[in-house]
């Protein structure tokens, strides 16, 4: 599997009903915590400015958008920014290491 870079960020649409947010960050919860166990969702962290990052997998781009990404509750929300990943020759948790 490929491994991403991904970049979100999720903007409300001014006037949801709180109700409304809750459900779909609840259901967004679940629905990262199937991708994790599907080892679609590595590791993902909040930014300073309140962005969500994270290490994703996908066996293509086209796979992460649309068995991954697509598929997230909060999705018509974001605005997603994808970097593939490559090894590094000199990575030290790489397969080359001593």
């Known amino acids: 599997m490929n491994e991403f870079f991904v970049r979100i960020v999720t ?3 001014e006037g949801t009903p709180p109700e409304v947010v809750a459900a779909r960050r609840a ?3 679940l629905r990262i915590a199937e991708l994790s166990r599907a080892g679609r969702v590595v590791r993902l962290w909040r930014t300073e400015d309140e962005h ?3 290490l994703w997998r ?3 781009d086209i796979d992460l958008h649309t068995v ?3 598929t ?3 999705r018509p ?3 997603i920014t994808v970097t593939p990943l490559a090894p590094h020759p000199n990575d ?3 397969p080359n290491r001593r």
């Open 11 to 13: 903007t409300v649409p």
């Open 72 to 74: 997230l509750p909060l």
């Open 92 to 94: 030290p948790g790489g």
């Open 58 to 60: 996908a066996f293509s």
């Open 52 to 54: 969500t990052v994270g």
């Open 77 to 79: 929300w974001m605005a």
């Open 68 to 70: 991954v990404l697509d």
């Open 27 to 29: 259901a967004e919860a």
